[in-house]
């Protein structure tokens, strides 16, 4: 878990924000780096991690910072894809960043009417399996909708022209969309860093350690649970809007519970404690995926075993060795007691 | 012992963390490949198919068919004295999975790639070639759409058009089982499933009155969700109906839990005649003598191929492999479209980019297990015999199942006129 004093400082003045998004520059420099040194295959699947960061980030923002665990965060993924194929498909077109954002939008309004459901009435498990459920209605409307493309999906889905007035943006050719994304993807994984970080962030931890004491003081914890909600939603929403013109292709698989485990497995993976463990996790989940992918029948089962034994060996994810090795290293020079490890048991509720 | 106790198991999980760091980066040695991958002496094709989940059986057949052909060629001497190499790839049954598995093996240069027995991943893959410079031959994709209105140069199918299928299957039910004139259909809820149904209803109201001289009734077909472990409330809609022939179009896993859920029911008592779309001996080698007795579309029957060299080659190929004595369609298709690879970049004279490959496959006349078969240039569609066989259950035998007789159609005579970019012209879609 991040430390209070260092978020704090962190979010104090604007340099020390820039400073603390250090690892986003450096992830958005190496993602650049990539259609230069690999493959176009490999900078295909660049492209699905990017997205992955994103979503896992968005579903993190919720668990490790408002204390609420999603298993259905994949209806809002979702959204946001099938709004960006199936709304320039059905009503003839319209402007690629107009779509972006009501595709956000709807993947908050999702998320609003879904929590003024939910939050309200349940708490715990009981508000996880109700996400659960949510998303599975969801994936079934999907199916059974015609202009959804139903079971089939909807293919053939094109990539943007941007179109500014002054100046237009050609995405559809070689790797322009790929860094479109590594664009949008970064300004939204900024946005869910200050999210975290800010005023709102705080109010956020301070209901996830103790819900009854923040009431007590003063703040609004069904509001602020719905507000992270909604930021939550959108963001897997943009995430899901900014995947369909890559891959051209939706499908119902993306609002089934499968999907929804995804940001789970990324943020167990890279530790749900850091905010930026999920995005390690979705990278090297994509790796473990790569590697695996020759291995026919048994690379579901070679991947789950794999992160078995990183949940076994490193509890708190890649992020909380790190911070425990960095504790150990602060301690050792200072010989001072070494901060706790990011353990997500201590994120829940 | 000096060392602490934590230092200890620090040190061991720095020994995991190695171990795991070296198994994870063991494969990256193969991330830098060049684009130039065709230039090295084989030429690799690329097979994406399910290898694993609901799909993986078929896949399984589209995985053997194609590997088989490989080792023949290879064995033969390979294409312009270039061996051939297969890199394959599991669609998981999900469209998304399969452009994803696509897009990697584009990236790796493979762009001659087989496989995409799925309608949907069949769609999707057409501007996905197109934008990368590759061609993919499907080997079972059932939608119309391929061939019609989202007909697209890069994609080939190489198997029989839904509408060559249907309409072999009615001229086998109206010459066979003139005086069953009230039909019914319990269809999967999907792409393949709307198209057959809609071609059958087409072939049953054209060809039917053609050949009997009755007019069928047909009742409203039952939609039956994808995926789904529960048929019983559709069977008991099915019961209802006043049916005397059963179309059903339920496929792979889906198929077997339909007909092992409507056993109980009596709906094979209620049945006079089961024609059963494309399963092939699913159903039968996992219902055994409980199968009911079924007339079942198939895109290659070794039987009804005896005495073709490819053909017997490609069987007894296959039953040493794998000790199955019932290898199914979608491994001839697969062979097929190996087969249209190695006869089309001979005719190239070795080049593979896909411009010069798509005009070598266009027209193309070569040999496949079911004998000649021709790619038509101006849809890109094989014509090829519909085949069809009738599976009865017999107790007592050792698979508990027997083909009692079986049908093979021309395929000029039964597949649709040339028309890409227009839809299929149906009288019920």
Redesign the interface.
Known sequence: MMTPDRTRKAAGTGGATLLALWPLALGMVLFALAPAVLNQGLVFLAGLVLVNIVFAQAWNLLFAYAGLLSFGQAMFFAVGAYTMAAGPQQLGGGPFLGWLLIATLLGALAAIIFGLVALRRSGGIYFAVLTLAFAELVHVIITKTDWLGRNDGLVGITRPVIDLGVITIDLTRGDAYYYAMILGCGLASAALWWAGHGVLGRSFRAIRQDPVRAAFLGLDVDRHRLIAFAISGAASAFAGAMFAPWTQIVTPELAHWSQSTRPVLYALLGGAGSFWGPAVGAILFGAVEYATRTMHGIADITTGLMLLAVVLAIPGGVMGLVMKLRGRAAARSTATPSPASGRPQEQTP | MTRSNDGYR?SR?TL??ST?AA??L???GR?????ARAADNPITLGLVTP??GAQ?MLGSFVRHGAEIAIEKINADGGVNGRPLALE???SKA???AA???A???????VNLQLGAIS??VA??M???MQA?GGVVLTCGAGTEKLNHE?YNPHVFRIGDSPYSRQYGLIRMIAERYPNITSWGGIIP???YGRTTWAIFVDAMLTVFPQVTGKQPEISRPILI??GSGDYKNFIAAAMRQPFEGLYTSAYGGDAVTLYQQARPFGLFDKTKVLVDSANEFLVPLAMKDQSPDTWTGTHWYFKANQGNPMSDHLYNAYVERTGNHYPMGWAAEAHAAVYAYKAAIEKTGGDTKAAAIIAALKGLTFDTATGKRTLRAEDNQAVKNAEAMRIQPKAGSADGFEVTDYISVPGDSVVEPPRPGEKLELKTL
């Open positions: 620090f999980r995991l963390k795991a198994a994870a063991a494969p990256l991330l830098w490949i060049p684009g290898l694993s993986e394959m790839r599991d999900n469209p998304a452009t994803v598995a897009r990697e093996l584009l990236g790796q240069g309608s949907p769609l999707a057409g501007p996905l990368a989202d809820d999907h792409e969700p994808y």
